[in-house]
């Protein structure tokens, strides 16, 4: 799947779907979160499930951030077990977690990976979005020139790409009330986490 762009909608079953965004709309959120490396990046809400935490640095092999996702988040550990059998197959965990930007928070153009074979995927949890909200997930040229995709966050949706594709979540409408939530799972390939 190298320098693809895959889509995938209906993910779940309406009831896996719904387990999701329970889940994720639960106490627990953190502040500070940001997606760019500007000292002036907007700050918006997450919470880290598993995973590296910094810069992948860390001592942690890829069945510790496994055990970690089914410690902390059985839910989504049930996702990531789908998604590493299916459109993630021999990809490895990297970290997981779920943002939230409230209306007009803006995201920075950022990179996930420096490495084609590393793998961002995500999921749009909402269970109803409407196009005068906003919030698409924009994906850019190495340049930064042209726009490759627009991802529409459609409820239930699944969009991988490699981790090198510049991209960004544009900011949402004030008309939304909610907090515009993804999940996140990056990957790299399973290999080069053995090793």
Partial sequence: M????????????PS???AIWRYLNEPGWAYGGYSAAAADAER????????FVKDGREPLGAQQIEDQLVEKAPVLAQLWQTLRRT?????????????AMSGGVEGGV???????DHFTAIYYPHLAWNPNFGGETLL???QGDEILAAIYPKPNRLAVFA?????????????????????????????????
């Avoid at 918006?44 to 995973?51: D, L, P, V």
């Avoid at 594709?165 to 080069?192: E, G, N």
């Fill in 16 to 18: 896996g779907h719904e």
């Fill in 87 to 99: 459109v993630l197959e021999g990809q490895a965990l990297a970290r997981c977690y779920a943002n």
């Fill in 140 to 142: 850019f040229t190495p």
């Fill in 110 to 116: 950022h990179l996930d990976s420096p490495h084609a």
């Fill in 163 to 195: 981790g090198n594709i510049p991209h960004v979540a544009r900011p949402m409408s004030k008309r939304c009330k909610d907090l515009r939530i993804t999940l996140m799972f990056k990957t790299m390939p399973a290999s080069a986490a053995e090793a």
């Fill in 44 to 51: 918006y809400f997450y919470k880290h499930f598993a995973g």
């Fill in 2 to 13: 190298p320098n693809a762009i895959r889509i995938l909608d209906n993910l779940l079953t």
